[in-house]
């Protein structure tokens, strides 16, 4: 069992920056691929970012490579998503999710891979 909190989500401009973090409480956070998805208001769920394991290898989508960064710190049991020159297309809930440690091989963009989801943080980028 893991349990996920997000915080760090906000109202922010166009250009700023945001991190959010998602501090995880369960045994398994540390074999765990972590993942970050958003919803905007009237779309699906769509894949962020994700991290492995150990924090060795990291994927994205094409729209915030370059801006965003995922990271993770085992001994804190928390990852962050780094979120820089948002854009207003941008604003949506974040959700943090984990998943087994396999699923960063196999088809870590897709939210049914994902047992466990925090509640979300709210991320409004105003333009």
């Known amino acids: 069992q893991v349990q996920l ?7 922010v401009q166009a250009g700023d920056s945001l991190r959010l973090s998602c501090a995880a ?8 691929t972590m993942a970050w998805f958003r919803q905007a208001p009237g779309k699906e769920r769509e894949f962020v970012a994700v ?4 924090g060795g290898n990291t994927d994205y989508t094409d729209s915030v490579k370059g801006r ?3 990271s993770r710190d085992n001994t804190k049991n928390t990852v962050w998503l780094q ?18 440690s396999s699923l960063f091989y196999k088809d870590p963009r897709m939210s049914n891979g994902y047992a466990y989801w925090g509640q979300g943080t709210q991320v409004t980028v105003s333009s």
């Open 5 to 11: 909190v997000e915080s760090g989500g906000g109202l």
């Open 25 to 32: 409480s369960g045994r398994t956070f540390s074999s765990s």
């Open 51 to 54: 991290i492995k394991w150990n």
């Open 68 to 70: 965003f960064t995922i």
């Open 83 to 100: 979120m820089n020159s948002l854009k207003p297309e941008e604003t949506a809930v974040y959700y943090c999710a984990a998943g087994p």
